[in-house]
T-cell receptor, first 118, second 118 residues
Framework: GAVVSQHPSRVICKSGTSVKIECRSL??????MFWYRQFPKKSLMLMAT?????????EQGVEKDKFLINHASLTLSTLTVTSAHPEDSSFYIC??????????????FGEGSRLTVL | AQKVTQAQTEISVVEKEDVTLDCVYE???????LFWYKQPPSGELVFLIR??????QNEISGRYSWNFQKSTSSFNFTITASQVVDSAVYFC???????????????FGKGTKLSVKP
């Protein structure tokens, strides 16, 4: 079963509105979560690293005020796209690190959230 | 700087053919992790394999096999006797080791779209 859950999986919103995407780790406490954005026919690009209890670390070129990240608990990180515009339409994926590690991998990905801004 | 190159943008094969997806990486670190993920049309990322930089043993899992060669900085993925269900975008990714040996964020290649026709 999924160990990282994202919600919503699909969202359509009007231009100018804000949209919140949630990323939850289900089986472990994640001190670190990552937010990726995937453009059509492009690779996944890391947007920011979310650290529980502290400010997120944004990658170069990612607008902090546009993409608000909150990691208020060890199992939940949220990405809020503020004042969304059509160019923000994309597929957003989160991943969470299991600090205990496993034999097969330490990063688990959510199912992704497809945002469409009209 | 870290970089992952998947030179094949799209590959089309007929069912039962073998297919190899290429991945070349760049990193200055001596300790790092390499991954392959499958992204079916539904969008979620499916973890296939993680390999650390000190383990150059090739791995076979069913119809999947991986060839890791540090000398050429390559981590190629072969699907034997391909099936229609293998149709997806496949991503190769690199992660440098972080604190305590755990992996940091992933750097993805641009992906290879594999189409397997019946």
């Amino acid at each position: 079963g999924a160990v990282v859950s994202q919600h919503p999986s699909r969202v359509i919103c009007k231009s100018g509105t804000s949209v919140k995407i949630e990323c939850r780790s289900l089986d472990f406490q994640a001190t670190t979560m990552f937010w990726y954005r995937q453009f059509p026919k492009k690779s996944l690009m890391l947007m920011a690293t979310s650290n529980e209890g502290s400010k997120a670390t944004y990658e170069q070129g990612v607008e902090k005020d546009k993409f608000l990240i909150n990691h208020a608990s060890l199992t939940l990180s949220t990405l809020t796209v503020t004042s969304a515009h059509p160019e923000d339409s994309s597929f957003y994926i989160c991943s969470a690190r299991d600090p205990t590690g496993t034999a097969t991998g330490e990063l688990f990905f959510g199912e992704g959230s497809r945002l469409t801004v009209l | 700087a870290q970089k992952v190159t998947q030179a094949q943008t799209e590959i089309s094969v007929v069912e039962k053919e073998d297919v190899t997806l290429d991945c070349v990486y760049e990193t200055r670190d001596t300790t790092y992790y390499l991954f392959w993920y499958k992204q079916p049309p539904s969008g979620e990322l499916v973890f296939l394999i993680r390999r650390n930089s000190f383990d150059e043993q090739n791995e076979i899992s069913g119809r999947y096999s991986w060839n890791f060669q540090k000398s050429t900085s390559s981590f190629n993925f072969t699907i034997t006797a391909s099936q229609v269900v293998d149709s997806a975008v496949y991503f190769c990714a690199l992660s440098e080791a972080g604190y305590g040996g755990s992996q940091g964020n992933l750097i993805f290649g641009k992906g290879t779209k594999l189409s397997v026709k019946p």
